[in-house]
C-alpha cells in the first residue's frame, strides 16, 4: 500500500503532514507511512492509479478528465477560506506590485495545464503568452521576478507563500480572486473501505494541533461533497504553445 498527501507539502510543513497522518493511522493501523512527493513517480497520475493507493490528494481538473471512473472519491479537507462553502477553494490572481495593467494583455504563468487553480481557474482570459512554470511557487516567482505578469495560485498555496516565502509575498499584490470550486479531492483505489478512512481523517484533523494547522495552511475538516460538483465543472484547452 502507498498513500501521499503531495498538494501543499512544502520541506516545512512535511513533519506536520506526517504528524497529521499519524493520527489517522491510530484509527486505522493498517494503512501505510506517507510517501513524501519527491519520492513518488515522476508522473503522478501512476501513483493516483495504483491499485494499492491507501489515499493521496489529487486537483479537481485530472480528477474530473480522467481519474474519477478509476478511483474512489474520499472526500475534501476543508481550509475554511473566507465566503466560499465548505470544501471549495479559490485563485488568488496575482500581479507585482505597483501595476495595474489590463489582465488580458499580460504574460501569464501558469504550474501545468492539469491545474484547476493556476489554468482552468483563468477560464478561457486570453494573455499574451502563456508561461509553464511546475508549481505556484514557480508562478508566484516568475511574476515577481518580471518573467511573467500575472499568475492564478491556490488561495492555500498562498497561505503558504505569505507564511514560509514572506520576501516573496511581500512582492506581490493580490489583483482579485477567482470563483470558488470544489477544493482538492483526496481519493483511495476502486474498491476502498472509505467509512473507517473518511472517520480517521476527520478524527485527526479535529485533534490537530493549533500550530500544525497553521503549518499545512488552515485545514479544519473533511467535507464529502458529490462527485457530480466536480463533473460539472468544463474541461479547459490546454494553453496556447
Given at each position: 500500500?502507498?498513500?501521499?498527501?503531495?498538494?501543499?507539502w512544502?520541506q516545512?510543513?512535511a513533519t506536520?503532514?506526517?504528524?497529521?497522518?499519524?493520527?489517522?493511522r491510530?484509527?486505522?493501523?493498517g494503512?501505510?507511512p506517507?510517501?513524501p512527493?519527491?519520492?513518488?513517480p515522476q508522473d503522478?497520475?501512476d501513483h493516483?492509479r495504483?491499485?494499492d493507493?491507501?489515499?493521496?490528494?489529487?486537483c479537481?481538473?485530472?480528477f474530473?478528465a480522467?481519474?474519477?471512473?478509476?478511483?474512489?472519491?474520499v472526500?475534501t479537507?476543508?481550509f475554511?477560506?473566507?465566503?466560499?462553502p465548505?470544501?471549495h477553494y479559490y485563485?488568488?490572481?496575482?500581479?507585482?506590485?505597483?501595476?495595474d495593467?489590463?489582465?488580458q494583455n499580460l504574460?501569464l504563468?501558469y504550474?501545468?495545464a492539469?491545474s484547476?487553480s493556476?489554468?482552468?481557474a483563468?477560464?478561457g482570459?486570453p494573455?499574451?503568452?502563456?508561461?509553464p512554470?511546475?508549481a505556484?511557487?514557480?508562478?508566484a516567482?516568475?511574476?515577481a521576478?518580471?518573467?511573467?505578469?500575472v499568475?492564478f495560485?491556490?488561495a492555500?498555496?498562498?497561505?503558504?507563500?505569505?507564511?514560509?516565502?514572506?520576501?516573496?509575498?511581500?512582492?506581490l499584490?493580490v489583483?482579485?480572486r477567482?470563483?470558488?470550486t470544489?477544493?482538492?479531492?483526496?481519493?483511495?483505489a476502486?474498491?476502498?473501505?472509505l467509512?473507517?478512512?473518511?472517520e480517521?481523517i476527520s478524527h485527526?484533523l479535529d485533534r490537530?494541533?493549533?500550530?500544525?494547522r497553521?503549518?499545512l495552511?488552515g485545514?479544519r475538516g473533511?467535507v464529502?461533497?458529490?462527485v457530480?460538483?466536480y463533473l460539472?465543472?468544463p474541461?479547459?484547452?490546454p494553453?496556447p504553445?
Amino acid at each position: 500500500m502507498i498513500a501521499s498527501l503531495p498538494m501543499y507539502w512544502r520541506q516545512e510543513n512535511a513533519t506536520a503532514w506526517r504528524r497529521l497522518w499519524t493520527l489517522v493511522r491510530d484509527t486505522s493501523p493498517g494503512l501505510p507511512p506517507l510517501t513524501p512527493p519527491e519520492d513518488l513517480p515522476q508522473d503522478w497520475m501512476d501513483h493516483w492509479r495504483a491499485p494499492d493507493l491507501a489515499l493521496s490528494q489529487t486537483c479537481g481538473l485530472p480528477f474530473r478528465a480522467a481519474l474519477h471512473r478509476s478511483v474512489d472519491y474520499v472526500g475534501t479537507l476543508d481550509f475554511d477560506l473566507p465566503d466560499t462553502p465548505p470544501g471549495h477553494y479559490y485563485s488568488v490572481v496575482l500581479t507585482r506590485i505597483g501595476e495595474d495593467r489590463p489582465e488580458q494583455n499580460l504574460r501569464l504563468a501558469y504550474n501545468s495545464a492539469d491545474s484547476q487553480s493556476g489554468w482552468a481557474a483563468t477560464e478561457g482570459a486570453p494573455f499574451a503568452a502563456c508561461i509553464p512554470t511546475g508549481a505556484h511557487r514557480a508562478s508566484a516567482k516568475a511574476v515577481a521576478q518580471g518573467a511573467a505578469d500575472v499568475a492564478f495560485v491556490d488561495a492555500v498555496t498562498w497561505r503558504l507563500v505569505e507564511a514560509y516565502d514572506p520576501d516573496l509575498a511581500q512582492r506581490l499584490a493580490v489583483r482579485r480572486r477567482t470563483r470558488p470550486t470544489p477544493g482538492l479531492p483526496l481519493i483511495a483505489a476502486l474498491g476502498s473501505d472509505l467509512s473507517p478512512l473518511r472517520e480517521g481523517i476527520s478524527h485527526a484533523l479535529d485533534r490537530l494541533t493549533a500550530e500544525d494547522r497553521h503549518a499545512l495552511g488552515g485545514p479544519r475538516g473533511l467535507v464529502v461533497l458529490e462527485v457530480d460538483a466536480y463533473l460539472a465543472l468544463p474541461i479547459p484547452a490546454p494553453p496556447p504553445l
